[in-house]
């Protein structure tokens, strides 16, 4: 299996512009989920998904971000508008519930820097 | 709902000598538990989990962690740290029960950055 992959693996935009980020999930994984690392702030959860199925969003820290999950292959974090503080890595990570201890297999993040 | 304490943000250990890392977790429930390492630059991959068979639970790379329920940890140790070993190390929390919105979601501590000098 190739993993979770995720693109673009870098991505330097300007302040204000619209920021897609994308993550394919291990096929046959029923859970995807989006983080956020930076250094201020560690690890955080922004939103998951079951089944395709938005479960819990509340670490999306304002309106300006979106994700959305159309079929069990594809999923994609949306930034509009972009601002400075946005600047991190993201990443996104799958599982599969039929394993029953909820390991996440991540994928190698995508760096985004908003100048 | 559940958390984890990594104690210590940095550790730094000599090439050879025991590596500790500690964690503890609140949970209400059972917990699954793991411990996730991250090399520069890369994405974070799973060192060990536990899942409620044996408590002392052996990774990759020569890593291991005891599940000490009384103690409410989870510590991660090697006998004999590389200079490979460098890099981020994260403490995570599940729970077992179905429903709600902590269902399938992973809880993770600030992380602790090993160093190793050679």
């Known amino acids: 299996d190739a993993g979770v992959i995720q693109s673009p693996r870098h991505e330097v935009t300007e302040m204000g512009q619209e920021v897609t980020l994308r993550c394919k999930p291990i096929?046959?994984?029923?859970?995807l989920f989006w983080y956020r690392q930076t250094m201020m702030r560690g690890l955080e959860l922004l939103i998951y998904?079951?089944?395709?199925?938005?479960?819990?969003d509340s670490g999306m820290p304002e309106d300006r971000f979106s994700a959305k999950m159309p079929n069990a292959s594809f999923s994609t974090l949306k930034i509009q508008p972009s601002e400075p503080r946005d600047s991190a890595v993201y990443f996104c990570a799958s599982s599969n519930r039929g394993e029953s201890s909820y390991e996440q297999y991540f994928g190698p993040g995508t760096r985004l820097t908003v100048t | 709902a559940q958390s984890v304490t990594q104690l210590g943000s940095h550790v730094s250990v000599s090439e050879g000598a025991l590596v500790l890392l500690r964690c503890n977790y609140s949970s209400s429930v059972p917990p699954y538990l793991f411990w996730y390492v991250q090399y520069p630059n890369q994405g974070l991959q799973l060192l060990l989990k536990?899942?409620?068979?044996?408590?002392l639970v052996k990774g990759i790379n020569g890593f291991e962690a005891e599940f000490k329920k009384s103690e409410t940890s989870f510590h991660l140790t090697k006998p004999s740290a590389h200079m490979s070993d460098a890099a981020e190390y994260f403490c995570a929390v599940s729970v077992r029960y179905a429903g709600g919105t902590s269902y399938g979601k992973l809880t993770f501590g600030q992380g602790t950055i090993l160093t190793v000098h050679p």
């Open positions: 536990y899942t409620s068979a044996a408590t």
């Open positions: 096929s046959g994984h029923d859970y």
């Open positions: 998904f079951n089944n395709n199925v938005p479960i819990d």
